[in-house]
């Protein structure tokens, strides 16, 4: 570990507040990050799919619970949202052994988070009380405006594609994501700060919110990107995120990499 990179040097992280800046990135910056996560994943391969296979038991925990125990989903989503960043923790840590040049190892990834465990503990709870609300927010909207008592799974799908139920759809679409983008857009380049530069939580938090300020159509862009690697995985019974995943970790990295530039 480079001694720029040692969260120890960064003992008040509100201090340094001013040692990195935003920079502005072009519309075709987030292909470029999905490329050179896409190449991590070919030089890491073993170290980068034991990620892939972690989050694919992820998923198809929640598909087990939704199934057996519905009422236990919502609960299995947010252990979803809240462990899928600090795993991806280990697949920064891949990226930045090969960027300094390193044999890509498994091993001390996974233990890299403790660093900055406090902050990332601070990240995960912002997260975890977000989705709490979102759920929340999502079983008024059923109560209020779901005309035909509680639907099934494949029922609710069937009409949000048909559009059926239109006030409805475009509630719980606007509301899904308002909450979605408030995540994204504080959790841009949160956590990959928290971990290579010992950021703060909060610091981190409100960089992201200007790296999208500044930066709209090119994070309109990678966040559409990040949809679709996770939705093909999703699509594919959580099978394929053992490829995606990894592929959307270390592009992650790269994106961090790009936006984020350090002073002096």
Same mark, same amino acid.
């Given at each position: ?33 999905? %490329?050179?996560? &896409? ?18 038991l ?30 991806? @923790? ?31 503990g ?10 709490? /609300? ?48 408030? @995540? ?10 928290? &971990?290579? %530069? *010992? ?23 990678? *966040?559409?990107?990040?949809? /679709?690697?996770?939705?093909?995985? &999703? ?11 990894p @592929? ?11 936006? @984020?530039?350090?002073?002096?």
């Amino acid at each position: 570990m480079s001694d720029d990179a040692n969260p120890a040097n960064f003992p008040d992280a509100a201090a340094s507040s001013g040692y990195s800046m935003v920079r502005k990135v072009g519309l075709g910056a987030p292909f470029t990050w999905v %490329r050179k996560g &896409f190449a991590d994943l070919m030089v890491c391969q073993f170290a980068s799919l034991f990620y892939g296979v972690a989050f694919a038991l992820m998923g198809w925990t929640v598909a087990f619970f939704y199934g057996a125990a519905y009422w236990l989903t919502v609960g299995a989503m947010s252990a979803f949202m809240l462990a899928g960043p600090i795993m991806a @923790i280990g697949l920064y840590a891949l990226s930045r052994q090969r960027e300094q040049g390193e044999e890509p190892h498994l091993l001390p990834t996974l233990s890299c988070w403790r660093g900055n465990m406090s902050n990332l503990g601070l990240f995960a709870l912002v997260v975890g009380v977000v989705t709490l /609300i979102w759920a929340r927010a999502s079983m008024v909207v059923f109560a209020v405006l779901y005309d035909t008592g509680l639907p099934s799974a494949q029922t609710f799908f069937s009409e949000l594609l048909a559009f059926k139920n239109v006030e409805f759809v475009i509630t719980y679409v606007a509301v899904g994501g308002l909450f979605a983008g408030f @995540i994204f857009a504080t959790s841009v380049v949160a956590v990959p700060l928290m &971990f290579d %530069r *010992g950021k703060d939580a909060i610091s981190a938090m409100l960089l992201s919110l200007k790296v999208v300020a500044r930066n709209p159509m090119a994070m309109l862009i990678w *966040g559409a990107l990040l949809v /679709i690697l996770v939705s093909i995985g &999703f699509a594919t019974g959580f099978l394929a995120l053992i490829y995606t995943a990894p @592929i959307a970790g270390h592009a992650t990295w790269h994106a961090y990499r790009d936006l @984020i530039a350090t002073e002096g």
